[in-house]
């Protein structure tokens, strides 16, 4: 049974002034036994977080209470809207040890709007765990090549019926998010710089900040999941 993963979007934020709509994502990924980690990087404003950059990260029973949690962000100024759902290309063994060693080191990265921004981050993680972005017989698009988060949710292809809104999130259980990113839920996880972020790598994938922020931002529209 191949692993499983998760890019979640929400297509409006953030809401600059005067600036079109980029859009955020987070992340998810299936552990061997069932359980699921998820988490994203919502930048220093957060009022949440780890207090730096606006990592969080939680562990959860299996895919439902996955989406379930990052329906109820909402909550926390933190809205997320629908998802893709990612199956490993068979043959391809996830690596989720690597993934959290990634995510480690994700959560001690200054927060750039245009460069160390969820998308990339989101990108590191996936790329991980599925040992050089596996996906659904194809490769993870590059952030280098679509950096605004909605286009590159738009180029990750899966089928039509892996990708949904989310659960409609219900306020009754507000208190279950409460504890988000307070709390580390990788102890004990040594942090893991990518291979890929190293320009001495045959396989570099650039972070330019000054670039995308000098590059002409057009809002990027993303389409309705088939259950809309």
Known sequence: MPAHALVVLCPKRPDLAGQPLLGHVAWGFELPHGDWMIGAVEGDGWHQGNGFNGFWSERVPDLGQALRHFSQMAYHQAEYNQYKLLTMTPNVYPDPDGAMQVMKWVSGQKYELFGRNSMNSAYDILRAFSRGGNYNHQVLPSPDLNWIPNGWFNAI??????????????????????????????????????????????????????????????????????DA
């Open 157 to 226: 292809k899966v089928p039509d019926q892996d990708y949904r809104y989310l659960p409609v999130p219900v306020h009754a259980f507000q208190s279950a998010t409460e504890a988000v990113a307070s709390e580390d839920t990788l102890p004990g996880v040594e942090p893991l710089f990518p291979s890929w972020r190293d320009p001495a790598s045959a396989e570099y994938v650039p972070v330019d900040a000054e670039a995308a922020e000098k590059a002409e931002k057009s809002e990027v529209s993303v389409p309705e999941p088939a």
